[in-house]
């Protein structure tokens, strides 16, 4: 027996390390084929998110107050949204295809960032709050003021003599 390495049976990283393996497209039709669906499914769900659009432009203008409706097809379309932004970072940037110690290097920044996004929201709004609570000059120059009738009710408008 011989102590010789044999460069022959040396182990493929994919063998040794499963999570390591590439499943990258072999083939280019299958692969033309798989953008041509995510494209085809890409579009019908624009076109969802669009009618849903209309639909809740409608709803504002109706007499009636349907807050949760908006409220619940605005979520519909935020859901249609990521899912849509899903599909294309998995067909089109081909991360679908990653290890997945790759797509969570990607995924965990991305969601700290959607979560810095509602936190400087929520403080903006919080802030907005308490400058019109607690800083009155603020208020009185950014409150529009009411236009009221005459406070007389009784008097007239004074009328022109017309040589003025």
Same mark, same amino acid.
């Given at each position: 027996m011989s102590n010789h390495?044999? #460069?022959t049976k040396d182990i493929? #990283?994919?063998a040794a390390y499963p999570e390591v393996s590439f499943h990258h497209h072999t083939d280019d039709a299958e /692969? !033309? !084929?798989? %953008? !041509?669906?995510t494209t085809i @499914? *890409?579009? %019908?769900?624009? +076109?969802? &998110? *669009? $009618?849903i659009g209309l639909l809740i432009y409608n709803l504002h203008k109706g007499e009636v107050n349907r807050d949760f409706l908006i409220l619940l097809f605005k979520g519909v379309v935020c859901i249609l949204t990521l899912l849509k $932004?899903? =599909? +294309? %970072?998995? +067909? /089109?940037m081909h991360l679908g295809d990653e290890i997945k110690n790759m797509i969570m290097t990607i995924i965990v #920044? @991305? @969601? *700290? /960032? %959607? =979560?810095f996004i509602f936190a400087f929201i929520y403080e903006g709004n919080s802030y907005k709050n308490l400058r019109n609570t607690y800083d009155l000059? /603020?208020? &009185?120059?950014?409150t529009p003021a009411k236009h009221h009738k005459s406070d007389k009710a009784d008097e007239k408008p004074v009328e022109k003599s017309g040589k003025e």
């Open positions: 390495y044999d #460069p493929s #990283p994919s /692969f !033309k !084929k798989r %953008v !041509k669906k @499914l *890409l579009s %019908v769900v624009t +076109i969802v &998110e *669009l $009618a $932004a899903y =599909w +294309i %970072v998995s +067909i /089109f #920044p @991305l @969601l *700290l /960032f %959607v =979560w000059h /603020f208020k &009185e120059t950014t």
